[in-house]
């Protein structure tokens, strides 16, 4: 688990830009903030499946970095090298299931209808300012547009979908 941790966190740099002064106390770019609140999720999620003492000190502080920046994103919902590409409100609903690879713009609200929550399948890209909602299914490798709300499944792979309600164009 250690390894897979230290992998996913590797990915995370080489998405984020890394640079030697991430490890600064304070933030200096929009990549070091996103790259750390990364951390802060991985490492919470890690404590917390470990039973670490010190998992709520983990936990504590990617809320205060969430509530800082407007993220709204659960422990154990995100896959292994999940992208946010600017920072921005996005907001993820604890029941849904995203992929690993997907990348969200701000502005993305992943929510549950009836307490049913979207599964988002692996390599999603997810554009600005779109919302998945309901007890529906998105395929690997599809491309959601910008402000398209997606209320229905979509099994086929590599689509772009766009509009309000959405459809495969």
């Given at each position: ?79 292994k090298g999940f992208h ?86």
């Amino acid at each position: 688990m250690v390894r897979e941790l230290k992998e996913d966190l590797q990915i995370a740099r080489s998405i984020y830009g890394y640079r030697w002064y991430y490890v600064l106390p304070f933030h200096l770019t929009e990549g070091q903030i996103l790259y750390r609140h990364y951390l802060y999720l991985r490492t919470a999620e890690y404590a917390y499946h470990r039973h670490n003492p010190l998992r709520k000190l983990y936990l504590l502080r990617l809320t205060r970095l969430q509530v800082k920046y407007g993220l709204s994103i659960p422990m154990d919902v995100v896959g292994k090298g999940f992208h946010i590409q600017h920072l921005g409100s996005v907001i993820i609903n604890g029941q849904a299931r995203i992929g690993e690879y997907c990348k969200v713009h701000p502005g993305v609200c992943i929510g549950a209808n009836h307490d049913k929550a979207p599964i988002i399948g692996d390599h999603v890209y997810i554009g600005p300012g779109a919302k998945v909602f309901g007890d529906i299914q998105i395929a690997d490798e599809v491309q959601i547009g910008a402000n398209a709300v997606v209320t229905k499944s979509c099994q086929q792979r590599g689509a772009h979908l766009a509009g309000v309600p959405a459809q495969v164009v």
